[in-house]
């Protein structure tokens, strides 16, 4: 078995709000893998003492205990039971119902002798590989995305926003204005009907998720991506999902997510390729199994 990961904040002056775990009981039968991306919150109260990095290491410890120890559980039980578990640690403190309370996106992989099963919750991204990707013998394999589709697919007026937002010089009061504009029409569909969802304080959230299940002889390895990482294919367009998974088998992730920082500093403003942060921190799990 092969894996590897790595994390790095998109700003070295403030904490990484990343997350990526592997867990392999000590039985030695399957594992699990867990990647988190922590929603930065706006500046301004958000409800909480607590910062996004606090949320992250919480839920996602979490997810990695409980992925491994309850068998008995779905996926989606687990992220319900750590969203409820990490709620309970901070609820006399903090307003929990606050929209932007900490949060995070979700992807959660757990195999053992007999199956895959995967679990997505917002923008961040799972590839699964089959056989005959570089790790198998089969010549029909081939690279799934798992994605969460939703936060892509808002009504047209939201991206009408974005655009105009985009269409504005950079640094102009103009261009301010529009983005809280823009900013306040997103979060109103935040973990809202006919909008998208995120893991924040709510355990029904996990319903939302993207699920399934691949039989474990489908299956030669894994790759979870946060949204700072996966910009190689949807913001810089290098290649697409499967181009992705091959450059992560041949130089790992510390590879892409080095190759995904040349790209933002060569085009620091974002003009040709559009990005709400210059940089943003980025995670990558990487598993053959």
Same mark, same amino acid.
């Given at each position: 078995?092969?894996?590897?990961?790595?994390?790095?904040?998109?700003?070295?002056?403030?904490?990484?709000?990343?997350?990526?775990?592997?867990?392999?009981p000590?039985?030695g039968?399957? =594992?699990?893998?867990?990647?988190?991306?922590?929603?930065?919150p706006?500046? =301004?109260?958000?409800g909480?003492?607590?910062s996004?990095p606090?949320?992250?290491?919480?839920?996602?410890?979490?997810?990695?205990e409980?992925?491994?120890?309850?068998?008995?559980?779905t996926?989606?039980e687990?992220?319900?039971?750590?969203? =409820?578990?990490?709620?309970?640690t901070?609820?006399?403190?903090c307003?929990?119902?606050?929209?932007?309370?900490?949060? +995070?996106? /979700?992807v959660?992989a757990r195999?053992?002798?007999?199956?895959?099963?995967?679990?997505?919750l917002?923008?961040?991204?799972?590839?699964?590989?089959?056989? =005959?990707?570089?790790v198998? /013998?089969?010549p029909?394999?081939?690279?799934e995305?798992?994605?969460d589709?939703?936060?892509?697919e808002?009504?047209?007026?939201?991206?009408?926003?974005?655009?105009?937002?985009?269409a504005?010089?950079?640094?102009?009061?103009?261009r301010?204005?529009? %983005?809280?504009?823009?900013?306040a029409?997103?979060?109103?569909?935040?973990?809202?009907?006919?909008?998208?969802?995120?893991?924040?304080?709510?355990?029904s +959230?996990?319903?939302?998720?993207?699920?399934?299940?691949?039989?474990?002889?489908a299956?030669?390895?894994l !790759?979870?991506?946060?949204d700072?990482?996966?910009?190689?294919?949807?913001?810089?367009?290098?290649?697409?999902?499967?181009?992705c998974f091959?450059?992560?088998?041949?130089? %790992?992730?510390?590879g892409?997510?080095?190759?995904?920082?040349?790209?933002?500093?060569?085009?620091?403003?974002?003009?040709?390729?559009?990005?709400?942060?210059?940089?943003?921190?980025?995670?990558?799990?990487y !598993?053959?199994l």
């Amino acid at each position: 078995m092969r894996i590897e990961l790595t994390t790095e904040p998109g700003d070295p002056d403030r904490p990484n709000e990343d997350y990526a775990s592997v867990a392999l009981p000590a039985s030695g039968q399957g =594992g699990s893998l867990v990647l988190l991306d922590g929603v930065t919150p706006p500046s =301004g109260d958000a409800g909480c003492l607590h910062s996004v990095p606090w949320f992250t290491a919480r839920l996602g410890g979490a997810l990695g205990e409980l992925s491994v120890s309850r068998r008995d559980m779905t996926l989606p039980e687990i992220l319900a039971a750590a969203i =409820g578990r990490t709620a309970d640690t901070h609820r006399d403190t903090c307003d929990l119902s606050h929209p932007r309370t900490p949060q +995070a996106t /979700v992807v959660l992989a757990r195999w053992d002798a007999e199956r895959v099963e995967h679990l997505v919750l917002s923008d961040s991204a799972l590839l699964v590989a089959g056989p =005959g990707v570089g790790v198998g /013998v089969a010549p029909d394999g081939g690279v799934e995305a798992i994605l969460d589709r939703r936060l892509d697919e808002l009504p047209p007026a939201v991206g009408e926003l974005r655009d105009a937002v985009r269409a504005l010089p950079r640094g102009s009061a103009e261009r301010q204005a529009e %983005g809280r504009r823009y900013a306040a029409a997103v979060e109103a569909l935040r973990n809202a009907e006919g909008g998208f969802f995120t893991a924040a304080a709510d355990p029904s +959230a996990a319903a939302r998720a993207v699920t399934g299940t691949h039989p474990r002889s489908a299956v030669t390895a894994l !790759a979870a991506l946060t949204d700072g990482a996966g910009r190689w294919v949807e913001t810089f367009r290098e290649g697409d999902w499967a181009d992705c998974f091959a450059l992560l088998r041949k130089g %790992g992730p510390q590879g892409l997510v080095d190759r995904v920082r040349e790209l933002e500093r060569a085009e620091p403003d974002g003009t040709s390729f559009p990005r709400g942060k210059r940089h943003d921190d980025a995670a990558v799990v990487y !598993a053959e199994l």
